[in-house]
């Protein structure tokens, strides 16, 4: 083949492959989520919660490229980075534990595209300013949940309260509001002790926390890791009331814990016991149709708060991206990601699995008390608990 034919040829294949581009812009969503490692029981029904999303959106396909990050922090940024300088997606999803979205903001936000963290703690988000402004969350705040189990032991006397948490960001973050919240109801945290997401034994936190001698003991800890000073607890004798954080709302911790996990009482979203919340809870139509998307893809009985959490981010930008259509820009540039950003920040009213979403200036998760509900392990199974 001659130079010229050649260089023809290369020519032709190149407009060949720039046309189809041109001409099919798309939406594009990227995730990471956890789907190994410690907190794999977040990230698998999250991951299994984007092939329920739609592909179509105000007349534009939308795609969607997941990736694993292993419950690591440093694999949580690579991801990332990938999803947006090779990708070139529109927003990210993810991830599913809190140092590895905390270490994610600042990729996102120095290459301007907007962030939904499936990650609970409210320092994601807070304080709203500089690179935050680019990031929301769908879980609760955890001085919300906070502030329910506090008047929950107020409600069951407790006067004195012990803590065993991660020692990360996670722990951290809940350490703290949860002293904020007892506090304001007279109750004092007397111990604190630490752990990290995959220790095999807690046997030495445990002893110093029951030397304080606690009416009760809070796990701040989240998936089936929180089943570690559970079972230690319940091992050493203790006969306070044990509660736990929104973290620990999912099915496959009472499949790993077992009878040790019996009588705990934690918050949740309404997504966990949705079919017994009344007909008028504010969440429960919107619950019920992820329950039911969710289900009839994996079965009776899968549907997972975590998952939930995914489902709600991936409402925000459906609600969103007709909005940032509409200001004439077109996905894949960074006009159409600052359109989204600010459409994401003026939804409102958008009730979806786990609460109702009124996004602000200066609130990135939205939600309220509506998201709060308490529940209790009777007889193996969640229930709804509307008297705590």
Request: hydrophobic share 40%; proline share 5%; aromatic share 6%.
């Amino acid at each position: 083949m001659s130079y010229r034919v050649l260089r023809r040829a290369m020519v032709a294949g190149a407009i060949a492959l720039a046309f189809p581009l041109a001409a099919s812009a798309q939406v594009k969503v990227g995730v990471t989520v956890s789907s190994t490692g410690p907190a794999a029981s977040l990230g698998i029904p999250e991951r299994d919660t984007v092939s329920l999303l739609p592909t179509e959106v105000a007349g534009e396909k939308v795609v969607y490229v997941v990736l694993d990050d292993a419950t690591d922090t440093t694999q949580a940024v690579r991801n990332t980075r990938k999803l947006v300088t090779e990708d070139n997606v529109d927003v990210v999803l993810g991830t599913s534990a809190t140092p590895g979205s905390l270490a994610m903001i600042d990729v996102v936000a120095e290459n301007q595209v907007p962030m939904i963290s499936v990650a609970a703690n409210a320092s994601i988000i807070e304080p709203m300013e500089g690179a935050r402004k680019w990031v929301f969350k769908t879980p609760q705040n955890d001085l919300l949940m906070a502030e329910g189990l506090a008047a929950t032991m107020e409600k069951q006397g407790v006067k004195t309260l012990g803590f065993i948490g991660f020692n990360d960001a996670y722990g951290d973050g809940w350490l703290d509001v949860m002293r904020k919240a007892a506090e304001a109801k007279g109750i004092s945290v007397v111990s604190a002790e630490r752990y990290n997401r995959n220790d095999t034994s807690v046997t030495g936190q445990i002893l110093k926390l029951l030397a304080s001698k606690p009416d009760a003991v809070l796990i701040g800890a989240a998936g089936t890791p929180v089943a570690l000073p559970q079972r230690e607890l319940k091992n050493r004798g203790f006969a306070g009331q044990i509660y736990h954080t929104h973290g620990s709302a999912n099915n496959d911790v009472l499949r790993v814990c077992g009878r040790d996990c019996e009588g705990i009482i934690l918050p949740s979203g309404p997504l966990l016991v949705v079919d017994q919340l009344p007909d008028d809870h504010p969440a429960k139509v919107s619950a019920k149709a992820y329950q039911t998307v969710y289900e009839g893809k994996y079965g009776a009985g899968t549907t997972n708060t975590f998952g939930g959490h995914m489902w709600d981010a991936g409402q925000l930008v459906v609600a969103a991206i007709p909005v940032a259509l509409e200001s004439g820009a077109k996905p894949g540039t960074v006009e159409f990601r600052q359109a989204l950003r600010d459409a994401i920040e003026a939804v409102t009213d958008l009730s979806a699995s786990q609460g109702v979403f009124n996004m602000t200036e200066t609130d990135h998760s939205g939600l309220d008390e509506r998201a709060r509900v308490m529940v209790k392990v009777v007889d193996g199974k969640w229930t709804y608990q509307p008297d705590l």
